[in-house]
Structures are given as structure tokens and as C-alpha cells.
């Protein structure tokens, strides 16, 4: 039998908003600490114009931090259009690795529905037109994200904090999207456990969505990238895969995903 190549184990946080005021302190430290847990990339979501110079640098600054561009639903308002021009001019001007994070949310504002709606659309049919994935933000709002990506069958992505239920889960995964899975998995009654127990991590990517939703035991302080192994532990348990095999499967997923060499 030929000898199998060996494959030294690092993970991917496909999501992570370095670039926030809680890393002003210690960023290089963090990213340090990831690197030391073996979280050899971090991929940076965007949110608005407000934030994309700040999220660039820091690109710019570390090794292997990717950016996305995109417009968060939370940011969108009566003049979402200008923020999609910016978008666009940033396309023009450079590449990016994905459009997100983009999407619905229902839980702190619906004022802004119907432009959360028009911007989503707009935003997958600029992923297409860039041959990119998207990244979908989808709180108290997954059945609903998922009805527009049935419009848009030429769309791949990841619906980022997977946190809905197992029929959920298989309508996204019968998509070709795959699921973002963060800190909630760790949580005690969220349930994610129990979904992620009964469909596998064949469609799972890893994320940390530092410095929100940090996994127990660090839950309610700032989550950071090296925390994605504790993600990673949580999955082991559950799936009866070695740690090894979790960073294989799940950093292939990415590097897929993402078009990451």
C-alpha cells in the first residue's frame, strides 16, 4: 500500500471581526494565540463602509487574514444603495474572498425589512456576477434566507452561526451551502448539539464570530480566534472523530468554499 501523506492539522476561523474596537489592544497577540492553537487563517467579514478601511488594514497588517465585502442587514437603512456602490467600487479595485456577511435580521430592528430584502438580492447577484460565495447572517430570520437562495440557484455560501433546527439544516445543506458552526454548538440548552449529532460535519465549516458568542468556558467575555478549538473539541465529542480528522474535514470545507490554496 502506498504510504498516506502526512497531513499536519490546522483550522480555518471563517469568521471573525478582528478588526473591532475590542482587538484594539491585543490584536497581534491574538492572532498570535490563534496561530498557537493551530488557526493558521481568519477570514474577516464586513459590515458597512464605517468599518471597511479599519477591516483592510488589518488585512493588510497580518498574515493570512483574508477580507470579505458586504453589506451586514443590520447596517442597511433608506440609503443602503450608497453602501453597495462602495461595495462595488472595492470590487472593482481588488478581489475579495467573498460577499458577506449579507442577509436578514429580525431580531433587534424590522424596520428596515423590505431594504433588507432589496439589499440581500442585490448583494447575491453581485456574488454571482464576481464568482464568489456569500456569507449569510440569518438571525431569528433562517427560513426566510433560505427562501431567497431558492431564488438564486447559481449561489453557493455558508449560512454563518447555524443555530436552527435539523430540518433546517438539510434544506441549507440540499442548497450546497454549508453550515457555519461557532461557540453555540458548546452551549448548553441551545440544541445545536443534537442537530449537528444527527447530520454529521460532511457540509460544516468552523467560525469563532470573535468577539461575539464565545464557547463555554469562555462564554459572555470576548471570543477570539484560538477559541475555535474549543469548537473543535465540542465536535470531536459529538461526532466520534479525532481532532485531526475534524481540522481536515473542516478546513477542506473552507478552502473549498473560500478558493483558498
Known amino acids: 500500500m502506498p504510504v498516506q501523506p502526512f497531513i499536519s492539522m490546522y483550522f480555518i476561523d471563517t469568521h471573525a471581526h478582528i478588526y473591532l474596537p475590542e482587538f484594539d489592544d491585543d490584536r497581534a497577540a491574538a492572532l498570535q494565540r490563534a496561530q498557537e492553537a493551530n488557526v493558521k487563517i481568519s477570514i474577516l467579514p464586513a459590515i458597512d463602509s464605517s468599518t471597511h478601511d479599519t477591516m483592510l488594514n488589518v488585512e493588510a497588517t497580518y498574515e493570512n487574514c483574508y477580507a470579505m465585502i458586504g453589506l451586514h442587514p443590520c447596517s442597511v437603512n433608506q ?3 450608497k453602501e453597495l456602490n462602495i461595495i462595488e467600487k472595492h470590487l472593482k479595485q481588488r478581489k475579495f474572498i467573498a460577499i458577506g456577511e449579507i442577509g436578514l435580521d429580525f431580531y433587534w430592528d424590522k424596520t428596515f425589512t423590505e431594504l ?8 447575491i447577484e453581485v456574488a454571482i456576477q464576481n464568482d464568489l460565495p456569500i456569507v449569510i447572517h440569518s ?4 427560513d426566510e434566507c433560505i427562501d431567497v437562495v431558492k431564488e438564486h440557484p447559481r449561489v453557493t455560501g455558508v449560512f454563518h452561526c447555524f443555530s436552527g433546527n435539523e430540518e433546517q439544516a438539510r434544506k441549507i445543506i440540499d442548497l450546497g451551502f454549508m453550515l457555519g458552526i461557532g461557540g453555540v454548538v458548546t452551549f448548553k440548552n441551545a440544541g445545536l448539539d443534537k442537530v449537528i449529532e444527527k447530520i454529521g460535519l460532511t457540509n460544516v465549516i468552523l467560525e469563532t464570530d470573535a468577539p461575539y458568542l464565545a464557547p463555554v468556558p469562555y ?4 471570543n477570539e480566534p484560538a477559541y475555535i478549538k474549543l469548537v473543535a473539541e465540542k465536535l470531536s465529542a459529538l461526532s466520534n472523530l479525532s481532532m485531526e480528522e475534524i481540522a481536515e474535514l473542516t478546513t477542506e470545507n473552507a478552502k473549498k468554499l473560500f478558493k483558498l490554496r
Do not use: V
Request: without cysteine; glycine residues 6%.
Open 79 to 81: 440609503d443602503y444603495e
Open 116 to 123: 433588507q430584502y432589496q439589499a440581500f438580492h442585490k448583494q
Open 139 to 142: 438571525r431569528n430570520a433562517i
Open 219 to 222: 462564554r459572555g467575555k470576548r
